[in-house]
């Protein structure tokens, strides 16, 4: 279950943060030269018609009580990373696109947890950060991202799956990934104009239209779309875990497990000299059930003691009541580099 | 096979012997000791196929022969033997020790099985002073790696020898040992030669040939890939570590453009002190040098503020640099002199550490690369 966030107005949303007194006002984030364009535009000046990418000269004749602020880069990112941070901590994997917008895949079991813990995360993001986020959550990549802009701004919008169709097929074709401005045009030509009359082309006319290529878009707008929320988490998290040959119950043999996938994990994370804070386990019942226990420690850490300790208290909590397991993982994330790094000799 | 040899002799073979044994070899002859009666000798033998050891003590034989015992079992038990004689009579199946009114069996496996000795045919061979070797051992192994995943290259030490020159030098990549000394027999007509030796076989030499005279160094085998260490009673082969070792020479930089003199006891106290604060932060330290003055500081959110400070004789500009600290005090630990010289390029380049005067004969130099803050 995969969810589409998107900081609303992230550049202008951060200048009102930090200057109350920008607040409920029409602002564009922008350079100040004669050519400059618009950044971001606070959703007090859309009204206005002004819009990111507009020549700023055209914003301050739109909008005449504009304020123009500069953009500040460290900061956003210092913002973003916080926000990463609270994608990262409960899900499995984040895929940021920008410093405003990120996949987010939930290990949920259920459609209405993931739905959850999205709510839960725009919580975060709004008391902890300060900031306001639009999600979407969905079973696939782009319905979640297209349900995200429809909740915009300030909105969680959902699509149980089995309703992905049905909610695509009155939008526009333009919605969809991969339809730009030419490919509208040709499927205005042939009186296309929304997802759902394309998705009920036959195969015949998809094919003379786009020829191979068209089935995948026809598959993306029946609701169809496999790809998978590719985890940046080279620098994110390191994790690792064991599929058994056979189911283990043996607590024993669990606790075994994890002190070995720790001692792995805390190796690569002291080679790419990282430290997290996020210490969680994965596990895969003998029914293929998935849960996840996750903790926090105070101090980034790499230590393979405190990672064992971590992942053992998450077994506790995780109540197997003796149940067997197919797989089990380790993970630490929230990572931090380590303030320090051992020059090499050899270059 | 039969003899009889004191309990006190027999009881050190086989305890150094069964320091090499691998306690989780899955053959099992390699969990044994060889024990072979010749003449008026007895030898003890442990290897576990890389490092060989050979140990020869007195005794009286009775009937040549050997047999092979389970190595901890058997040094467990001559440990608690009285001082003595004692007499030991094998079989393919069975050794049979009786020492006083005491009498054991213990089960044996046929020598036959037992790995033969590598090739004692001698190559180049050059002789040094038992202790001087033991203590450029000591100077230097304990900087190479100790992570296998860095290969065996960097787990061994270099021994090179160059005419009169015997030089050792081990790195991890993060510090590098060098000590050099001279030999009383220079090697002729050889050019340099260069041997990685495993780490461990020189930790086995400096624990058991340090009390001979002179340790005979030969290289062995027709492909020479094998080294001999020989002393009186003892000698170990080991095989050698195939592959190149970095160009040591290249990284140590020629000239440091500063320098400062200080205490060295003084300087690893200050150390291990602000090493403690340091603890969760990578072991950082930072050395600021001025106005003759050496200032140690360490800082972490969870622990607190470090400061020392100590009188340096300084030279050249001022400098502030950063170390790990257990690699500092471990590099000052291996220094044997009452002052030491650190010389500096700056705050990312390496330093160099090394007696503020040099012991006859020894040259003995250190190079520690800073971390980056």
């Known amino acids: 279950m995969i969810a589409h966030f998107d900081l609303d107005a992230f550049y202008a949303a951060v200048a009102q943060l930090d200057d109350p007194s920008l607040r409920g006002r029409p602002i564009a984030v922008s350079g100040d030269h004669r050519r400059s364009v618009v950044l971001t535009a606070s959703y007090e000046a859309r009204p206005f018609g002004v819009r990111s990418a507009m020549p700023l000269y055209k914003a301050r004749q739109a909008c005449s009580e504009l304020v123009v602020v500069p953009p500040t880069f460290t900061r956003y990112r210092e913002l973003s990373r916080a926000c990463f941070a609270i994608f990262e901590s409960g899900s499995i994997a984040v895929e940021g696109l920008s410093l405003d917008e990120a996949f987010v895949e939930f290990d949920a079991e259920e459609f209405k947890e993931a739905v959850e813990y999205a709510r839960r995360m725009r919580e975060r993001i709004r008391t902890e950060i300060g900031l306001t986020a639009s999600a979407g959550v969905a079973m696939q990549k782009m319905v979640a991202k297209i349900a995200c802009d429809d909740g915009k701004p300030d909105g969680l919008k959902w699509v149980p799956p089995g309703t992905e169709a049905a909610y695509l097929a009155p939008l526009p074709v333009g919605r969809l990934w991969g339809v730009g401005p030419k490919t509208q045009q040709r499927l205005a030509a042939e009186r296309i104009e929304t997802i759902g009359q394309l998705a009920e082309l036959s195969d015949e006319r998809i094919l003379r239209l786009f020829g191979r290529w068209g089935r995948e878009l026809r598959e993306l707008a029946r609701g169809h779309d496999d790809r998978k929320v590719e985890s940046d988490r080279e620098t994110r998290s390191v994790s690792s875990e064991t599929t058994f040959e056979y189911d283990v119950a043996d607590p024993g043999d669990l606790r075994r497990t994890l002190h070995e996938l720790s001692a792995d994990v805390a190796q690569r994370l002291a080679a790419q000299q990282l430290r997290g804070t996020m210490i969680g386990i994965k596990i895969k019942r003998e029914d293929f059930t998935t849960v996840g226990r996750q903790t926090t420690v105070a101090e980034p850490t790499a230590d393979l003691e405190t990672i064992v300790a971590a992942a053992l208290l998450c077994l506790d909590r995780a109540d197997l009541e003796g149940r067997a397991v197919r797989l089990l993982g380790v993970r630490v994330a929230s990572l931090v580099e380590y303030p320090t790094s051992q020059l090499s000799i050899f270059g | ?373």
Request: charge should be negative; proline fraction near 6%; aromatic fraction near 6%.
């Open chain 2, 1 to 373: 096979m039969k003899f009889t040899c004191s309990t006190k002799d027999i009881a050190a073979a086989v305890g150094a012997a069964s320091k090499i044994v691998n306690a989780h070899s899955t053959v099992p002859i390699l969990s044994n000791v060889l024990l072979t009666s010749t003449d008026d000798a007895i030898r003890v033998r442990a290897t576990d196929l890389e490092v060989t050891l050979e140990h020869v003590f007195p005794g009286e034989v009775s009937e040549p022969g050997s047999v092979t015992v389970p190595a901890r079992l058997f040094s467990g038990y001559l440990g608690n033997l009285p001082p003595g004689l004692m007499e030991l009579n094998g079989t393919p199946t069975r050794a049979t020790v009786k020492c006083e009114r005491s009498n054991y069996d213990f089960h044996a496996l046929p020598p036959d099985e037992y790995p033969p000795l590598p090739s004692t045919q001698k190559g180049t061979t050059f002789a040094i002073d038992a202790k001087r070797f033991r203590e450029g051992i000591n100077a230097t192994i304990f900087a190479a790696s100790g992570e296998e995943a860095r290969g065996a290259v960097l787990m061994g030490t270099l021994l090179e020898v160059a005419g009169d020159q015997f030089t050792m030098v081990a790195t991890d990549g993060y510090r590098l040992a060098k000590w050099q000394t001279t030999l009383s027999r220079p090697l002729e007509d050889e050019g340099t030669i260069k041997y990685i030796v495993p780490s461990r076989a020189l930790a086995e030499a400096a624990r058991n040939l340090g009390g001979a005279e002179t340790v005979e160094i030969s290289a062995l085998g027709p492909a020479g890939n094998q080294l001999a260490f020989a002393a009186q009673h003892t000698s170990i082969v080991v095989r050698l570590v195939d592959g190149q070792y970095p160009n040591y020479g290249q990284v140590i930089p020629a000239q440091f453009d500063r320098s400062v003199t200080v205490n060295t006891s003084a300087l690893i106290a200050g150390l291990r002190r602000a090493e403690l604060v340091a603890g969760d932060r990578a072991s950082m330290v930072k050395i600021s040098v001025a106005n003759q003055q050496l200032i140690i500081t360490a800082n972490s959110d969870t622990t607190g503020n470090a400061y020392e400070e100590l009188e340096v004789e300084q030279t050249g500009d001022d400098l502030t640099i950063a170390f790990n600290a257990r690699y500092l005090v471990e590099i000052l630990n291996h220094v044997d002199a009452p002052q030491i010289k650190m010389e500096f390029l700056g705050p990312l380049s390496p330093a160099a550490i090394r007696p503020s005067d040099e012991s006859e004969g020894v040259r003995q130099m250190y190079v520690l690369m800073p971390l980056r803050q």
